[in-house]
């Protein structure tokens, strides 16, 4: 089973990029990884995926490294909204999500 | 468009009552996933209904069933309830089977709490 590693918090200033890591280390090669947050009592919010190649979109960025073993989620400029708990997920199988423990991301004015 | 809704968003229950907590997908999404988190166990998941058939099945015990309706929306239900099954449930849905490359759109949960 693919599982992930996120240290358990991270601290940014406010404006800052904020970068969080994650090691997935027994990921197969067809398995995607995606990141998620989810801010107190509300749902998860899906941010970003990717297989291999480095992604961008609206919201952040994602940098998968070239063996797959780990990637990086990438918030450019951080605001207070932003606050939440990460999580980086691969697919345990084509039809589940295994959820570690996320990093919470405290951003400081 | 509407996003993913479930009812109610608390519930207070007592030790062998049942529940049944109710998810509406957004429109036009058939696939519906429900998922269990707690502050111990992280977010861990129980089943993912498609076009009303069950696809898949996390490892919960048999008190903890579902189902799915003609128009996608999704019901569990939690039969002779636990202290231990305390937990915010949440339901996610997606316009196609769970695979590799699909989005979830989660709600907002359901906050169980057993007395």
């Known amino acids: 089973d693919a599982k992930t590693t996120q240290p358990p918090s991270m601290d940014c200033a406010e404006g800052r990029a904020a970068n969080l890591p994650c090691n997935h280390s027994t990921i197969s090669g067809n398995e995607y990884v995606y990141w998620y947050r989810q801010i107190h009592s509300q749902g998860p919010q899906y941010i970003i995926h990717g297989l291999k190649n480095n992604e961008t979109n609206e919201m952040a960025s994602l940098i998968i490294t070239e063996d797959r073993k780990s990637s990086t989620l990438i918030l450019p400029h951080a605001t207070l909204r932003d606050t939440a708990v990460y999580y980086c997920i691969v697919r345990e199988n084509f039809n589940k999500f295994y959820f570690g423990s996320g990093t919470k991301l405290n951003v400081k004015p | 468009k509407a996003g993913v809704t479930q009812t109610p968003r608390y519930l207070i229950k007592t030790r062998g009552q049942q529940v049944t907590l109710s998810c509406s997908p957004i429109s036009g999404h058939r696939s519906v996933s429900w998922y269990q988190q707690t502050p111990g166990q992280g977010l861990q998941f129980l089943f993912e209904?498609?076009?009303?058939?069950?696809?898949n099945k996390g490892n919960f015990p048999g008190r903890f069933s579902g189902r799915q309706f003609s128009n996608s929306r999704s019901e569990m239900n939690v039969s002779t309830l636990e202290l231990g099954d305390s937990a915010l449930y949440l339901c996610?849905?997606?316009?196609?089977?769970?695979?590799?490359?699909?989005?979830?759109?989660f709600g907002s949960g359901t906050q169980l709490s057993v007395l």
């Open positions: 209904y498609f076009s009303e058939t069950q696809r």
């Open positions: 996610a849905s997606s316009p196609r089977p769970i695979t590799t490359n699909e989005k979830l759109f």
